[in-house]
C-alpha cells in the first residue's frame, strides 16, 4: 500500500507563497502518476494539479500560472509551489498517487490519499 504524507500547510497572507511537499512509501514511486487535490468547507473536493510519470504537467484553470507542481524520484516527494495565493485558495490540500498492481498494461489500478494539510489564506 503507497502511503503519503503533506506537510508545508500553514497560514498566509493574500499574495504569499507557500510550497507543500508530499512524501510517499509502500510503491514504486517513479512509475506513478501523481496530484495535489483540494477540498474548500462546503465543497467537493477538486483537482488542483497533476504529474505523471512522464514529468507531464496539467494545472487546475484557477491555479495556473501561479502553482508548479513538480515531482523528485530520488526523494520520492511531490512539491506544489503556490505563489500568488489568494483567499479562495483556502482549503485542505490532499496527496494523490495512481498506479498498478502490475507491470501489464491491463493490471487492476489502485489510488492512494494523504490526509491532508490545511491552507488557510487570509485578506
Known amino acids: 500500500q503507497v502511503q503519503l504524507v503533506e506537510s508545508g500547510g500553514g497560514l498566509v497572507q493574500a499574495g504569499g507563497s507557500l510550497r507543500l511537499s508530499c512524501a510517499a512509501s509502500?510503491?514504486?514511486?517513479?512509475?506513478?502518476?501523481m496530484g495535489w487535490y483540494r477540498q474548500a468547507p462546503g465543497k467537493q473536493r477538486e483537482l488542483v494539479a497533476r504529474?505523471?510519470?512522464?514529468?507531464?504537467?496539467n494545472y487546475a484553470d484557477s491555479v495556473k500560472g501561479r502553482f508548479t507542481i513538480s515531482r523528485d524520484n530520488a526523494q520520492n516527494t511531490i512539491y506544489l509551489h503556490m505563489n500568488s495565493l489568494k483567499p479562495e485558495d483556502t482549503a485542505v490540500y490532499y496527496c494523490?498517487?495512481?498506479?498498478?498492481?502490475?507491470?501489464?498494461?491491463?493490471?487492476?489500478?489502485?489510488?492512494?490519499w494523504g490526509q491532508g494539510t490545511q491552507v488557510t489564506v487570509s485578506s
Open positions: 494523490h498517487a495512481r498506479g498498478q498492481y502490475g507491470a501489464a498494461v491491463e493490471s487492476p489500478a489502485f489510488e492512494s
Open positions: 509502500g510503491g514504486i514511486f517513479r512509475r506513478h502518476d
Open positions: 504529474i505523471t510519470s512522464g514529468f507531464v504537467t
